[in-house]
């Protein structure tokens, strides 16, 4: 009886631990993968955070390390992969154009949503949402 009362106090606590080890982090989504669990990943995957703009389509809310800019359009150069950008109202202290660059998951939203579309709409307005020097997502608001 000893016997049996052991091993089901030994079993449930190893239940019990495997549970704990797959339950999410505070704050990490509860359907995420854990980091301990046994689910293949592609080699020298593990530990990377996915490039600004790779998750697609994306809300209206960008992530934490985002930031935006609001301007018109200035440039467009496809060889580079970059656009420039002049700010509507600069405040002092802060850039009066910026340059972005932008890939295949640059978000389009407005015109004939891409990026080289934009090259007919120097001085329209665009609302900038980048990561570093990478756009992530460009509105248009208005062409002009």
């Given at each position: 009886m000893k016997r049996k009362i052991t091993l089901l106090?030994?079993?449930s606590l190893l239940i019990?631990?495997?549970?704990?080890?797959?339950?999410p982090?505070?704050?990490?989504a509860p359907n995420a993968q854990s980091?301990?669990?046994?689910?293949?990943?592609a080699p020298g995957a593990q530990g990377q955070t996915p490039a600004p703009g790779?998750?697609?389509?994306?809300g209206t809310t960008p992530a934490a390390s985002e930031k935006t800019f609001e301007g018109r359009?200035?440039?467009?150069?496809?060889?580079?992969k970059t656009?420039?950008?002049?700010a509507i109202n600069p405040k002092d202290g802060d850039p009066k154009d910026?340059?972005?660059?932008?890939?295949?998951?640059t978000v389009v939203v407005g015109g004939d949503k891409t990026v080289q579309g934009l090259a007919t709409k120097t001085g329209s307005t665009l609302k900038i949402t980048y990561a570093g020097d990478m756009a992530s997502r460009i509105e248009i608001s208005d062409t002009k």
């Open positions: 106090i030994g079993l019990a631990a495997v549970g704990y080890s797959q339950a982090n505070p704050g990490q980091p301990n669990s046994p689910a293949t990943q790779a998750a697609g389509q994306r359009l200035t440039k467009v150069d496809a060889a580079t656009i420039t950008v002049a910026m340059s972005f660059k932008y890939g295949d998951s």
